[in-house]
């Protein structure tokens, strides 16, 4: 199996690119993000890659960071997520806002997506709940910053008292703390936390 590939980048697409290692090209699928952060060819690059086997073909997937391809690899388990969509998906959402959409019951924000319709979101949702909340977020790896002290600390207090999952109420703090900015106060966040919530 292969997991990573450093080479010369050759060809860049809208939804591949090919990488020449030791003079043999390697066809790559990747996210349009990932594609759009390569340096033009022929510049030397590093991806991670995820290898799926078929019956008629051995196809690589590849990405710059590591929270990236645990997340595809996350998204594939959903029934009706296969590989391009979970692409598709993970170049709409960045691992952080996949992580706070999903704790947060946002269908709608996994709707603007392509190929994600309302059906799908709910499943995501319902599926990948309770396993959101310990995936990496972002490129260091490191999970959704913890939310402790001041307004939001107190946010999520106060959530949690009135029965809020933790891992739920944290997200929507930090969600909407990130909406509204620093000098938000207490209630607009309760507030805007419900709402994140109720959805």
């Known amino acids: 199996m292969i997991a990573r590939l450093t080479g010369v980048v050759v060809t860049r697409a809208a939804d591949h690119c090919v990488i020449d290692v030791g003079g043999v090209g390697y ?3 990747a996210a349009t993000p990932t594609l759009a952060a390569l340096a033009p060819p022929p510049a030397v690059t590093t991806l991670l890659i995820e290898t799926h086997l078929r019956e008629d073909a051995l196809v690589l997937y590849g990405f710059a960071e590591a929270a990236e391809r645990d997340w595809f690899r996350l998204l594939t388990t959903v029934q009706g997520v296969g590989a391009k969509l979970a692409l598709a998906i993970l170049a709409t959402l960045p691992p952080s806002a996949l992580i706070a959409a999903i704790a947060a019951g946002d269908r709608a924000a996994l709707t603007r997506a392509p190929g994600v319709g309302a059906k799908l979101a709910a499943r995501l949702v319902t599926e990948l709940r309770e396993r959101a909340g310990a995936m990496p977020a972002e490129a260091g790896g490191g999970a959704l910053p913890a939310v402790t002290d001041g307004d ?48």
């Open 152 to 199: 939001a600390g107190d946010a999520l207090s106060a959530l949690v008292n009135l029965g809020y999952r933790r891992a739920d109420a944290q997200a929507a703090v930090a969600r909407a703390a990130e909406d509204l900015g620093a000098a938000s106060g207490l209630d607009a966040l309760i507030r805007a936390s419900l709402r994140l919530l109720a959805r």
């Open 27 to 29: 066809l790559v699928h």
